[in-house]
Nanobody, 121 residues
Framework: QVQLKESGGGLVQAGGSLRLSCTASGRTFGTNFIGWFRQAPGKEREFVAGISRDGVGTYYADFVKGRFTISREANEGAKTTVSLAMDSLAFEDTGVYYC???????????WGQGTQVVVAS
């Protein structure tokens, strides 16, 4: 079982930036993709971005293209870190952001506990 741990959430003014990180550890074999989803209050969880295991393939929801960038950091031992750089944040980006892992570009097999992002308008 892979363990996913998010960090980097917080409160930011509209137009500002945040950088989220997800550290994957444990049995990462079979987690070909790591992704980010988000869930706003009263809404369903939605896909934000995904990245392939080798860091070459990146995938984005239309509403974040040009504003968010997903990247894979260099490995430290058995851990893999994926970052989500978020720029030009808007109130609508408020929500709990979840890291996920699995076998497809919008992975849903494993989940982290989430990190809260609040964008003040």
């Amino acid at each position: 079982q892979v363990q996913l741990k998010e960090s980097g959430g917080g409160l930011v003014q509209a137009g500002g930036s945040l950088r989220l990180s997800c550290t994957a550890s444990g049995r990462t074999f079979g987690t070909n993709f790591i992704g980010w989803f988000r869930q706003a209050p009263g809404k369903e969880r939605e896909f934000v971005a995904g990245i392939s295991r080798d860091g070459v393939g990146t995938y984005y929801a239309d509403f974040v293209k040009g504003r968010f960038t997903i990247s894979r950091e260099a490995n430290e031992g058995a851990k893999t870190t994926v970052s989500l750089a978020m720029d030009s944040l808007a109130f609508e980006d408020t929500g709990v952001y979840y890291c996920s892992a699995g076998l497809d570009p919008r992975p849903t097999s494993s989940w982290g506990q989430g990190t809260q992002v609040v964008v003040a308008s």
